[in-house]
């Protein structure tokens, strides 16, 4: 399974921006998708995820601000990140999981199969 995000970019605060995250592959097995994002010198940290049934669950620091959703027919997942702030400056990676157990995926070693990052910078 190969993960490609795109979509990144520079913004000012406030602005939006829709991240883009294509599976290849053998993708079939797929159940859940989900962003995580990593800042300078932090750890990475689960942003949001989807199950095939379209389960969600958010970071409380995105929660009201960010989206996530998928197109199951072209094996995409989506993150609308709406009002954006400077600590969310962050190379963001997308991340696919054979398990549904979505409660499980604020570890990232959950997931199966990543993609390289696309960098989100957000200025004040």
């Known amino acids: 399974v190969r993960l490609v995000e795109s979509g990144g970019g520079s913004v000012r605060a406030g602005g939006s921006l829709r991240l883009s995250c294509a599976a290849s592959g053998t993708t079939v097995n797929i159940q859940a998708m989900a962003w995580y994002r990593q800042g300078p010198g932090s750890q990475r940290d689960l942003v949001a995820s989807i199950t095939l049934g379209g389960m969600t669950n958010y970071a409380e620091s995105v929660e009201g601000r960010f989206s996530i959703s998928r197109d199951n027919a072209k094996n995409t997942a989506y993150l609308r990140m709406d009002s954006l702030k400077p600590e969310d400056t962050a190379v963001y990676y997308c991340?696919?999981?054979?398990?549904?157990?979505?409660?499980?995926?604020?570890?990232?070693?959950?997931?199966?199969?990543w993609g390289k990052g696309t960098l989100v910078t957000v200025s004040s």
């Open positions: 991340a696919a999981s054979l398990s549904r157990n979505i409660y499980s995926f604020v570890r990232p070693d959950a997931m199966n199969y």
